[in-house]
């Protein structure tokens, strides 16, 4: 068994939901890591079914450029606080109603 | 229904159960013991219901299941051997699971429906097991430890199934016909177990509920 690598579990709950990583175990081959996943994401009948991938088999995407300050293109790229204190105090009111 | 054949299942899988429960936390591989531990309190779970089975609506199933006397129990001595040896304890999984499916395909055909029901649903979680065993046997069998873990649990393994049913293991396991360590003889392996099986039930004040 020194052969052992790495498979990550996923788990769809119930049927019609989307699958969603469950953990992951090392084992020698598929039907190894099948009959152990089994045991440890089915026994009590919280997965309607299961994936096996070999972690060789991602492709991992993990770079993200982020050179220009694009926060504008987010919901959460502007702090209003600052704009709306000046807006009010432009309208001559204290606040909100 | 043969009331003796269905109690030897259920001590066979009791104390098959309880030996296997042994490995837990200490087996060769971490998945390897989570899923050996399931399994065994799988075994145990079918005992149960074999035991409520043979206890009736009004019958005690833990009264059966405990409150025998060690030489009482029907169990084939594959099963009480104390076999702290990962090669030696997946031998005897594979050959108890090659046995088993045997003797759980015939109680299928039984004339009591619900013998043949009881059977039916523990197949289908034998199922499981058998992939287990089957994917260790199929890794291992050119082992020489396992081989000669094999032949040495070979006449312990006969001794699970009737002689009607012997032949159907023969041919499946491979090896030659040879004398049975039989059902009705217990190993000095038993005794201590079941002291230690039976010890919270024992010493437990009459009347106290679980």
């Known amino acids: ?97 | 229904m043969n009331e003796q054949a269905l109690l030897g299942l259920a001590d066979d899988e009791l104390v098959l159960g309880w030996r296997d429960s042994e490995w837990t936390g200490i087996a060769p591989l971490l998945e390897e013991d989570v899923a050996f531990s399931s399994i065994a309190q799988n075994e145990i779970g079918h005992a149960r219901a074999v035991y409520e089975l043979l206890a009736g609506p009004a019958g005690d199933a833990d009264a059966l299941a405990f409150d025998r006397k060690p030489e009482e129990y029907r169990c084939a001595p594959l099963v009480e051997l104390h076999l702290l040896e990962w090669a030696h304890t997946i031998a005897r999984r594979w050959l108890y699971e090659v046995a088993d499916e045997i003797r759980i395909t015939a109680l299928k055909e039984n004339a009591d429906p619900a013998v043949a029901g009881l059977a039916a649903k523990i197949d289908r979680e034998e199922a499981y097991h058998r992939m287990h065993a089957e994917m260790w046997h199929d890794r291992l069998r050119d082992e020489p430890r396992f081989r000669k873990a094999v032949e040495e649990l070979w006449p312990y393994a006969l001794g699970l199934l009737p002689t009607e049913l012997r032949g159907e293991l023969v041919a499946r396991v491979g090896l030659a016909e040879v004398d049975a360590i039989e059902r009705g003889t217990h190993t000095d392996e038993l005794a201590p177990m079941w002291e230690e099986m039976t010890m919270v039930r024992r010493s437990a004040p009459a009347g106290s509920q679980w």
């Open chain 1, 1 to 97: 068994m020194s052969e052992q690598s790495i498979w990550e579990v996923f788990r769809k709950e119930k049927r019609g939901a989307a699958f969603e990583h469950a953990g992951s175990l090392a084992a020698p081959d598929a039907d190894f890591a099948e009959a152990w996943a089994r045991e440890q994401y089915g026994r009590r009948g919280e997965s309607v079914a299961l994936w096996l991938v070999p972690r060789g088999a991602i492709h991992d995407v993990e770079d993200w450029a982020d050179e220009f300050d694009l926060k504008y293109r987010r919901v959460d790229g502007y702090s209003i606080k600052a704009r709306l204190k000046e807006a009010r105090e432009r309208a001559g009111t204290a606040g909100p109603g």
